[in-house]
């Protein structure tokens, strides 16, 4: 059972976030879902949102949490290798290449940040590859 229903992040220029979004999550199984009106992004998977990325209600601007990060879970090294390039490839910037990580044996990583500066991860605990 899953504890979350959703993760959201802000952003002030949607266009290039789901420039940004769609071909880095696609390399995570996370497929782009739809439009929520004019405010936001859904990616999800079997048509469920579970990440959205949306211009915020209040009409200010988006900023970053210091400290945040969202985090997915990759199938594979490779894939996290994928999502790491698919990342620079489309704006984002490296927070941390793709390399094991030392609090757990099977630990291994990448993070960016968006266009906005949010900051994103991808893990996966399988032994390597």
Known sequence: MSI???????????????????????TLGVDYIGELGEAASMYGANGAPAFIVFTPGNGEPACLGNGCTVGFAAE???????????????????????????????????????PDGNKITAYCFKDGE
């Open 76 to 114: 594979s090294r490779e894939a996290v290798r994928q999502f790491h390039a698919a990342g620079l490839a489309n704006g984002g910037t490296d927070e941390g290449e793709p390399g094991p990580r030392s609090f757990t044996p099977t630990a291994y990583a990448s993070y960016l940040r968006d």
């Open 4 to 26: 979350f229903t959703h993760a959201t992040v802000g952003t002030n220029d949607r266009a290039k976030s789901k420039a940004f979004y769609e071909p880095v999550l696609k």
